[in-house]
């Protein structure tokens, strides 16, 4: 079973300025082709989730620009270390679907200064490395909160700071709205407003950084304590070789 959230009118953009988007978004960063890979992470479980509605509006404009999106479904994922990671679908999921990416977008409401438990399971969940993969290191990466009052910065400031653990590229643009719950129409979409156009201008750059960037994922995931620490393996390893044949 597909964990990924199905976008509905992924290429309605009432809100949007059609006049003033940018058709050459990427001129001069870089190849678009394959589209930009972007998988997009939301904290809630409310049926009406505004961090969900939020990403799905992010996803659009996304597509608009030229990317291809996941936007991965948290409601299956069990708690970190209650069960074997690699036992259990929705973490293999979840991972396969970083691995795919080139680039995120995480968006979590804040509650009691704070992301949800719900945001902060789904990082957990992803760990520096595994099976010699890196499903966050050198990817690109856009913050966005939720808040039910008064504007903050609490939540988004702690995704940088995750983001920066897990070895990502957090581009400088964020996205905070305030009183979620005036912004977001009956059908759940994202009223015109300085908060839509402001999930555009970072969509915006986090399209560009990405292409901006690709072309040096290599290097983004070259480590000198990590060639260190393979090359002391593959000694040991060379070392039992070597003895097994004596």
């Known amino acids: 079973m597909s964990r990924l959230r199905i976008l509905s009118d992924p290429h309605h953009l009432p809100a949007l300025d059609h006049m003033s988007v940018r058709s050459d978004l990427a001129v001069g960063l870089g190849p678009v082709d394959p589209p930009p890979r972007i998988l ?13 509605l939020a990403v799905e509006e992010a996803a659009r404009l996304l597509i ?5 999106v996941r936007i991965f479904d948290p409601s299956d994922l069990p708690l970190p270390d209650q069960v074997r990671d690699d036992d259990h679908p929705a973490v293999k999921e979840l ?10 977008v995480w968006c979590s409401p804040e509650r009691h200064g704070q992301i949800t438990g719900i945001m902060k399971m789904q990082i957990d969940h992803l760990p520096l490395q595994f099976g010699g993969m890196r499903p966050t290191q050198g990817r690109t990466l ?9 504007q903050s910065f609490n939540a988004v400031n702690s995704l940088r700071l995750l983001g920066r653990w897990m070895r990502m590229i957090t581009i400088p643009n ?14 759940g979409r994202l009223k015109a ?30 480590r000198y304590s990590e060639r260190k620490s393979e090359a002391a393996k593959r000694d040991v390893a060379d070392d039992l070789a070597s003895r097994s044949v004596a």
């Open 40 to 52: 997009l992470l939301y904290g809630s479980l409310r049926e009406r989730s505004f961090s969900r």
């Open 64 to 68: 608009l620009f030229g990317a291809e």
């Open 95 to 104: 991972r396969d679907h970083a691995l795919w990416s080139e680039g995120m």
């Open 142 to 150: 856009a913050v966005m909160q939720i808040s039910g009052g008064s």
């Open 174 to 187: 964020q996205s905070s709205i305030a009183m979620a719950f005036k912004e977001f129409d009956d059908d």
């Open 193 to 222: 407003s300085s908060y839509y156009d402001r999930i555009v201008d970072v969509m915006e750059e986090l399209f560009r950084f990405t292409i901006l960037t690709r072309a040096h994922a290599a290097q983004l995931v070259d």
